[in-house]
């Protein structure tokens, strides 16, 4: 079975400090893992996703994440956080014969002055 | 670059009531989606579809129906509101294969009373 863990439900920040979201997944196989921000009262839009290779991916706005195997994680991470970065990110599992992304339930993110 | 459009962007039903939500894409993806996104539970999988006229059901399919008559469009049926239901409905496509970037529209917000 597949499935996606976010153990935060929120998480503060000050602006300009260090982020890090944490995603665990439960897959047997190789995985597609996925970031999404969501702005409020918007759709979901791709962060970025790691397929193979380096293990550790660069996305948009300054956001990378680093994919673990051995530790079934792939957390995201941003050296200095912007207040316009609160939003809601969402971690998403693929597999490689999977038909449709599974999604875990989401961190809120807030970014304090 | 393409959108996803969902009407409506609210939804005010009654009890017992059948609902129907409506999304088109422009990116002529041949794949869509329709997710249920519910505070602290993350995006569940009601239906999506491969191809024109194709169904497929997700984790969470009880209570609702689908339908793909053409490629750009998907439309759900919520077949009986509940009453005291909250959610929103998210629309995505993506090309293909579920290991593709989704692109999601801004919702349908659903209240009923």
């Known amino acids: 079975a597949q499935s996606v863990t976010q153990p935060d439900a929120r998480v503060t920040v000050s602006e300009g400090a260090s982020l890090q979201l944490r995603c665990k997944y439960s897959y047997s196989g190789t995985p597609y893992l996925f970031w999404y921000v969501q702005y409020p009262r918007q759709g979901l839009q791709l962060l970025l996703k790691y397929y193979s290779g380096d293990p550790v991916v660069q996305g948009v706005n300054g956001f990378e994440a680093e994919f673990s195997k051995s530790n079934s994680s792939f957390h995201l991470r941003k050296a200095s956080v912007h207040w316009s970065d609160s939003a809601v990110y969402f971690c998403a599992l693929s597999s490689n014969s999977g038909t449709y992304q599974r999604f875990g339930t989401g961190t809120k993110l807030q970014v304090v002055p | 670059g393409g959108i996803i459009t969902q009407t409506p962007k609210f939804l005010i039903g009654q009890e017992g009531q059948k609902l129907t939500l409506k999304c088109q894409q422009n990116?002529?993806?041949?794949?869509m989606y329709w997710y249920r996104q519910d505070s602290g539970k993350g995006l569940r999988l009601i239906y999506y579809?491969?191809?024109?006229?194709?169904?497929q059901k997700g984790d969470l399919s009880e209570g609702y129906d689908a339908s793909r008559e053409k490629k750009s469009s998907f439309s759900l049926t919520v077949t009986s509101a509940q009453k005291n239901e909250m959610a929103v409905f998210l629309c995505?496509?993506?090309?293909?294969?579920?290991?593709?970037?989704?692109?999601f529209g801004a919702g349908t917000r659903l209240s009923v009373l």
């Open positions: 990116f002529n993806h041949d794949t």
């Open positions: 579809s491969i191809t024109e006229n194709d169904l």
């Open positions: 995505a496509s993506s090309s293909t294969f579920s290991q593709n970037t989704l692109y």
